[in-house]
């Protein structure tokens, strides 16, 4: 008598999966932040070398933020991308409440944007918000058409890695222009930019 394996659900969009996913989703993004911060003071300036270091933690940031959720959720189809821009939305709020009640209390880093806000944090908090659910969406909808063209299932380091390789390429060619922002912020604009335009591209492939 043989038994077979249940197949793993997919496609999960309840409120446990979307809140505890979120949660860790928001640690792991305070836990980037530190580590940013602590390259920006202890790595060494000279030759480029705190730059990389930065733009590495951005990158990996980047890639949790936008495939971690579709890979809790199981995205396959719409309920599951859902679920995982959800994840996305909860992940920002809770990282915002650790960022305000940890982070600006021990002066972790200048207030930059409050100065720009008129001292305000209200102002910058709903644009992080969407950026977060955004790259959780994109994601999503590049996990789903990825293992609908698998057949299956496939690995997270399968699916960030045209994200990654195309990031790589983007901030490359942004740094040799001589674009006037830190590397970092160039590495995290591009994969933002070529996440959405591979979720640009699943979509018009399933159309």
């Known amino acids: 008598m043989s038994a077979t394996a249940a197949p ?3 496609d999960r969009s309840d ?5 505890v996913g979120g949660a860790t989703l928001g640690v792991a993004t305070a836990v980037a932040v530190v ?4 390259a920006s ?3 060494p300036i000279a030759a480029g070398t ?8 951005v990158l990996a940031a980047g890639v949790a933020v936008a495939f971690l959720p579709a890979q809790w959720t199981a995205a396959r189809s719409t309920e599951g991308i859902a679920g995982a821009a959800a994840m996305g939305l909860v992940g920002t709020v809770v990282f915002s409440v650790i960022d305000i009640v940890l982070l600006r209390p021990f002066k972790a880093y200048p207030w930059t944007w409050d100065a720009i806000g008129g001292g305000s944090t209200w102002w910058y908090l709903p644009i ?3 950026l977060g659910t955004f790259a959780a969406w994109m994601g999503g909808i590049v996990t789903a058409a990825g293992a609908a063209a698998a057949r299956g299932e496939t690995t997270l380091a399968r699916r960030a890695l045209p994200a990654v390789a195309g990031t790589i390429i983007v901030a490359a060619i942004g740094r040799l222009a001589g674009v006037p922002v830190a590397f970092s912020v160039i590495t995290g604009g591009a994969f933002t930019l070529v996440l959405a335009a591979l979720a640009l591209v699943a979509l018009a492939r399933k159309g």
């Open 41 to 43: 003071r202890l790595v």
């Open 15 to 19: 409120f446990r999966t979307v809140t």
């Open 35 to 38: 580590a940013f911060l602590a």
């Open 50 to 57: 705190r730059g990389g270091v930065q733009a590495l933690i």
């Open 8 to 10: 793993l659900a997919s």
């Open 128 to 130: 992080w918000w969407m």
